[in-house]
């Protein structure tokens, strides 16, 4: 098994910046990528980006590329999201996902096999 926790979420203005990190335990052997989903009240849970432990290599939806940035510390088994120019619909729970080994990099939910419970980001004035 592997758990993920999550922190780093708050409230914040428009255009400012927040950092999530979420550090894995366990098996983390075992997982290949992770990514930050999001989910905003009576929405479903939608993509935010992804990285692979190995090469780093990263995905990222369009409403948040060339705002925020992934990163991974493999000696710390923790991956972070700096979210830069945040706007009033970033808002949501974030939560961090990890994938088993030998998947790809993916964008939907079925494609990560662990998860966390979640940190609340609100941007709001």
């Known amino acids: 098994q592997v758990q993920l926790v999550e922190s780093g979420g708050g409230l914040v203005q428009p255009g400012g910046s927040l950092r999530l990190s979420c550090v894995a335990s366990?098996?983390?052997?075992?997982?290949?990528?992770m990514a930050w989903f999001r989910q905003a009240p009576g929405q479903e849970r939608e993509f935010v980006s992804a990285?692979?432990?190995?090469?780093?290599?990263?995905s990222y939806s369009d409403s948040v590329k060339g705002r925020f940035t992934i990163s991974r510390d493999n000696a710390k088994n923790t991956v972070a999201l700096q979210m830069n120019s945040l706007k009033p619909e970033d808002t949501g729970v974030y939560y961090c996902a990890a994938a088993s080994a030998g998947r790809v990099l993916g964008s939907k939910r079925d494609d990560y096999d662990y998860w966390g419970q979640g940190t609340q980001v609100t941007v709001s004035s």
């Open positions: 366990g098996r983390t052997f075992s997982t290949s990528l």
């Open positions: 990285i692979t432990w190995r090469f780093g290599v990263t």
